[in-house]
């Protein structure tokens, strides 16, 4: 009698322990799935920043919001290469500019996101790739590029310390079963 108590302890204990490390692992997916999806919300508040240039490329609240979505330093690197290590908003408004001027020239009155893929790299960093369609005023795609996205999670809130604008054949693909 006593030896099955010991053995009905043992078999208890074991189940709550492996019970926990279930809910321990549930709670950290559901969380790790909170954090895609908060990422994702604060790439396509970037984009539509971005977009709100697009229609007037001195839109104050468009400057304003575009600067505040970048982590400072941040290294940004344009579709032909060109880097700017930008220490400061001014920086980033000079680059978004000159980008602004670029598609503007290719007819491109608005971006819009086709893909987002995302990649967790450690607790409070995520890769993004993107696939960006570009669509003249009529809403008919010119064209399609690609970009990838070092973002990273600071006092709450989602901020680019590195974007990386590149042709679309170059894209990181993220696609695996463990992404979102």
Known sequence: MKTSLVHNIKIFALFVIVSCGALTSKAQSAAENEGF?????????????????????????????????ISYPAV????????????????VKKSNLGFLNYLAKQGIAR????????????????IASNVANLLNQQGEQVSQTSG???????????????RIQHPIEDRINLNSSSNR
């Open 111 to 126: 971006i819009s996101w086709q893909k987002i893929e995302l990649k967790k790299l450690g607790n409070h960093v995520i």
């Open 148 to 162: 990838t996205y070092l973002i990273h999670k600071h006092q709450g809130r989602w901020k680019i310390y590195s």
């Open 76 to 91: 940004l690197i344009s579709p032909k290469g060109n880097k700017l290590i930008a220490t400061e908003p001014s920086f």
């Open 37 to 69: 999806k908060q990422a994702k919300q604060f790439l396509n508040q970037y984009i539509e920043h971005f977009n709100l240039l697009l229609k007037n490329p001195n839109d104050v609240k468009g400057l304003k919001a575009s600067a505040e979505d």
